[in-house]
């Protein structure tokens, strides 16, 4: 039977250790703050945001909250962002996506100073990944990391599948397991012979976008399992792209949908967010 990976228990440990640091920052002086850009009323986005508020609340970050008309236009868009890189009182820059159809993402992201690019999207910040400088990396990602190494996992040496090649998260993350020195296999919607490769993982990272789709018949004895999935099944609970319950009788880890990599997404947002303010201070 599986160890369960406790996002929860992980990104309040991350939490805390953050608001000690922003409270040492404060008594000198020095404040941090992030400025959350939503356009549109999307249901799920909202959710996300205010997430995103309150763990800055908690942690001692400035929430500045621009919440935007479906209407608004690209142009307005953009001049927000600039008014906004021009602010030195403002350290991160996040702006919530999905954005509109009218509006086009790649120029919404590459518009964001990549010094205050908290999400780690900018093409700048994605190329010191690629080549191994410093930079902000994609929040679920870097959280995975994170999962894995305050759980004491071996990464080092160890052959990491991950199932999903998105910019978001399959793509950095197969970048961040190569800096820890883990064997990389990236698999995704035109891998042939996909469980066959699955089952040759120590550590097994999925971010197919396809609910319950991973099975124990995927998962090789004693391998770690990282679901990234978050859909709503048939009863409306939440459920990821692994099938938990069969997954956890062959697994040495695994992390729970929720509860798992969900929390550290935005415990790794308000650490992108403090180190932006280091950058300024």
Do not use: W
């Not at 992201?109 to 999207?121: E, L, N, S, T, Y």
């Amino acid at each position: 039977m599986a160890k369960i990976i406790d996002g929860k228990k992980i990104s309040a440990e991350i939490k805390e250790e953050l608001k000690t640091e922003v409270a040492a920052y404060a008594a000198q002086g020095k404040t941090c703050a992030l400025a959350v850009i939503q356009v549109g009323a999307d249901p799920a986005s909202s959710v996300y945001v205010r997430n995103k508020k309150k763990a800055c609340a908690y942690i001692g970050i400035e929430s500045l909250s621009y919440e935007l008309p479906e209407e608004t236009t690209e142009e307005e868009l953009l001049a927000l962002i600039q008014k906004l890189n021009d602010n030195p009182d403002v350290h991160g820059i996040l702006c919530q996506l999905p954005l509109p159809k009218h509006i086009c993402e790649d120029h919404v992201i590459q518009a964001i100073d990549p010094q205050k690019d908290v999400d780690g999207f900018h093409p700048q910040n994605v190329g010191a990944l690629v080549v191994g400088k410093k930079g902000f990396v994609s929040c679920t990602p870097a959280g995975i990391i994170q999962l894995l190494k305050r759980s004491n996992i071996e990464i080092a040496g160890k052959h990491c599948v991950v199932i999903g090649r998105s910019n978001i998260v399959g793509k950095p993350m197969a970048l961040l397991m190569l800096r820890e020195n883990a064997t990389v296999t990236i698999c995704h919607s035109r891998t042939e012979n996909l469980k066959e490769i699955c089952k040759e993982a120590d550590i097994l990272i999925v971010a197919i976008g396809k609910p319950r789709y991973i099975g124990a018949d995927y998962i090789k004895e004693g391998a770690v399992v990282i679901d990234v999935g978050i859909h709503r099944n048939e009863e409306n609970k939440l459920c990821g792209d692994v099938r938990f319950e069969e997954a956890e009788q062959i697994a040495s880890y695994i992390t729970p949908v929720p509860g798992g990599v969900g929390p550290m997404t935005i415990a790794m947002l308000m650490h992108n967010c403090v180190d932006a303010m280091k950058l300024y201070s």
